[in-house]
């Protein structure tokens, strides 16, 4: 089935409420997050995947928004940085976030959040080269990178709060 180029339906299922979008295929998921779910913790920056800003989860894995359509994520779960806490509890990479101040503008950090999440489920957080090495593709530009290596370290070693 053909569908495009105007509007069609989208069905999304975000931070697990589903969602039903008049959207135009080629719409990006970090657009429709944004613009049409209003949902703007996501970030768009670079706009072209190369910074990171846009991190999300498409089925628990992590993927830059701004380069995903949203209509190729129908069927699966997109987890933004509204949906990583437990209501008022803070998921612990946040709270670790906080704790080590590992953000000065804090515009890069959802997607800095969202990777260093998916990072440790996928046990890539052995040492700081390893921690460097595949929080690569999220870049900040006021290089908190020192206090965002302590605040994955924290998490990954189970620690909170110092």
Same mark, same amino acid.
């Given at each position: 089935? @053909?569908?495009g180029p105007g509007d069609v339906e989208v069905w999304l299922s975000v931070n697990g409420a589903a969602h039903r979008l008049a959207i135009e295929p080629r719409v990006s998921l970090l657009d429709a997050l944004r613009d049409r779910l209003e949902? +703007?913790?996501?970030?768009?920056g670079c706009n072209q995947g190369a910074c990171g800003a846009c991190t999300v989860w498409v089925d628990? /894995?992590? @993927?830059l928004s701004c380069? +995903?359509?949203?209509i190729a994520c129908e069927?699966? /779960? @997109?987890? +933004?940085?509204e949906?990583?806490?437990?209501?008022?509890t803070l998921h612990p990479m946040q709270a670790a976030f906080i704790a080590r101040d590992a953000f000065q503008c804090g515009y890069c950090t959802p997607g800095q959040i969202m990777s260093a999440v998916a990072l440790l489920k996928e046990g890539h957080a052995k040492d700081d080269s390893d921690i460097r090495e595949w929080m690569s593709g999220n870049l900040c530009r006021?290089?908190?990178y020192p206090h965002i290596r302590s605040a994955i370290r924290d @998490?990954?070693?189970?620690? +909170?709060?110092?």
């Open positions: 089935m @053909v569908r949902l +703007t913790g996501t970030k768009k628990g /894995e992590r @993927v380069l +995903t359509l949203a069927r699966r /779960e @997109v987890r +933004t940085i949906g990583l806490a437990d209501g008022q006021c290089a908190a @998490v990954r070693d189970g620690k +909170t709060g110092d």
